[in-house]
């Protein structure tokens, strides 16, 4: 690592704000164009939520007034460079009566990183239910922080989790150095904005988009008993879907509650459900990642 480079990031959630305020641009085609910067990582590798959460900010920058995210399908495509900036070409699919469909790529030197075909609704009175909240499950306050989890991690791992702009209390444990306590594919994890957002509602709903990518994974690791830290280890992204149900504040507590239903031929599926501290159901969510572990049956 350059001894110039900081070894945390000055202020997280103020990087995260600044790579959800896209830029308009005088550059057109038969699409709205935006673009943005990247936060810094480690790796030097775009983290998916990132772009996730900027392609929804881009589309909903196009929208009619009153219409709302409800649902979004995208597939990461390439690994991208936190060092360069991102384009985003937004094509205005259709604006019918109630509803409206963007599609949103995002492009790092010329070639698509990220393809995301999102819909946005009028808020309609209409029939409501939801799956409840778990019971018996201890609060975040009840839980260490992350980075009582980080002891033993190599210093550049360890600014994965410290630059997060993000608060993360796993249920039962983290699985970054080891796996604890049985081998099962679901965990629960309450999870934050490190401090207060602005109130408009877009940025609460693409800070969820955000965090809905953080550790969703880990139900397919837990049930193999494979941490973060295995040596050999790959997994990447290779979709996710989301649905918005109701609004939540992305700085007030959620839990995360995750399952993975099947793995198999180097893929896993896993599925999330997330909920205001107060019960109520904010968002779906579903991912496919690929996953490779050295000596693997």
Do not use: C
Not at 18 to 41: C, H, K, N, P, W
């Amino acid at each position: 690592m350059n001894d110039a480079e900081p070894t945390v990031e000055a202020d997280p959630v103020a990087s995260l704000l600044a790579v959800l305020d896209l830029s308009g641009s005088d550059a057109r085609t038969s699409e709205d164009i935006f673009t943005g910067t990247s936060q810094s990582m480690p790796l030097g590798r775009v983290y998916g939520g990132q772009v996730l959460a900027q392609s929804i900010v881009a589309a909903e920058r196009t929208i009619p007034d009153g219409r709302i995210v409800h649902s979004m399908h995208g597939y990461f495509l390439r690994p991208g460079d936190s060092t360069k900036g991102i384009t985003f070409a937004v094509d205005r699919i259709h604006d019918g009566r109630s509803f409206s469909t963007r599609r949103t790529q995002a492009f790092q030197d010329g070639v698509p990183i990220f393809s995301m075909i999102a819909s946005f609704q009028d808020e309609d009175p209409g029939l409501e239910h939801q799956e409840p909240m778990p019971e018996g499950i201890p609060g975040p306050d009840e839980l260490p922080d992350v980075e009582s989890h980080l002891e033993g991690l190599h210093p550049m791992s360890k600014r994965l989790f410290t630059d997060r702009p993000v608060d993360l209390r796993h249920i039962p444990s983290p699985i970054y150095a080891s796996v604890q306590g049985e081998r099962v594919p679901r965990q629960a994890v309450w999870m934050r904005v490190r401090r207060q957002l602005p109130d408009a509602a877009g940025i609460h709903r693409a800070a969820l988009a955000y965090v809905s990518d953080l550790t969703i994974q880990e139900s397919i690791l837990r049930a193999h008993g494979i941490a973060w830290a295995t040596p050999g280890l790959k997994v990447a992204s290779l979709d996710h879907a989301m649905w918005w149900h109701r609004f939540g504040r992305a700085d007030e507590w959620m839990l995360y509650v995750q399952e993975s239903p099947s793995a198999r031929g180097g893929r896993g599926l896993a599925t999330g459900r997330v909920y205001s501290a107060a019960g109520v159901l904010l968002a779906s969510v579903a991912q496919e990642i690929m996953v490779r572990v050295p000596d693997a049956d």
